[in-house]
């Protein structure tokens, strides 16, 4: 899988040990791993790096987990984001606390760290179908990514490793406005240096391979921001 397109997991904790073990088995279960020590870092660090998924844990100095959990939730990354809460608070009034303010997910210390993968993937499948293997379909349009194949109306569509990409990121979320800079950061990584013209040659391509058999146009060009699906 593309790098860039290897989910993102943000470790929130302020405990080094504990960072890196749960980034070590992370990273060994094929996730690419962020880190922050504290509450104000985490915010932060989702709106720079636009995380898939934040493991963040309740208390932490700066800003608790419950009021960094809030504030990412106000941004556009934080809302794209799972956020699952990690707590030594098992009451049900702490878990409603944590859901109450935006967490997708809530896990009770002490945990197994298959446990915590297998929450993980499950908040993944929902964030990121096509980074879990999902097949995902839009009218017409099949993607299946673990065999790597897109069909229109049955018939097999040739794309490039890039226009497969695109393709899914407009598909995981129809209807959502991505701009360039969004879509340079998802399909080709915020380590490579692209002018955001670049999304627009690929999506011209992209178009062209799906209409090359005939159909309507399925991706809307909304002016002055981006592109969409649907």
């Not at 290897?6 to 302020?14: E, G, Q």
């Not at 020590?37 to 720079?48: K, M, N, R």
């Not at 298959?114 to 879990?132: G, I």
Request: aromatic residues 4%.
């Amino acid at each position: 899988m593309n790098e860039a397109h290897t989910p993102l997991v943000l470790v929130v904790d302020d405990e080094p040990a504990q960072i890196a073990l749960l980034s070590y088995n992370l990273k060994a279960a094929g996730f690419r791993v962020a880190t922050a020590s504290d509450g104000e870092e985490a915010v932060l660090t989702v709106a720079e790096q636009g995380p898939d998924v934040v493991l963040l844990d309740w208390m932490l100095p700066r800003l608790s987990g419950l009021e960094a959990c809030r504030q990412i939730k106000a941004t556009p990354e934080g809302r794209a984001a799972a956020i699952i809460m990690v707590s030594a608070r098992s009451e049900e009034v702490d878990r409603v606390r944590g859901l109450d303010v935006g967490a997708d997910d809530y896990i009770v210390k002490p945990y197994s760290v298959a446990e915590l993968l297998a929450r993980v993937r499950a908040n993944l499948r929902r964030v990121r179908p096509v980074a879990s293997g999902q097949v995902l379909e839009a009218g017409d349009i099949r993607l299946d990514p673990e065999s790597w194949r897109v069909t229109r109306s049955g018939a097999a569509l040739h794309l490039g490793p890039t226009e497969f990409r695109l393709l899914g990121a407009l598909m995981e979320r129809p209807g959502k406005v991505w701009t360039r800079d969004a879509l340079l950061d998802r399909v080709w990584g915020r380590e490579i240096y692209i002018d955001v013209r670049t999304v627009d040659v690929h999506v011209g391509r992209l178009r062209k391979a799906l209409c090359a058999q005939g159909g309507d146009d399925p991706i809307r060009t909304v002016r002055g921001a981006g592109y969409s699906m649907g």
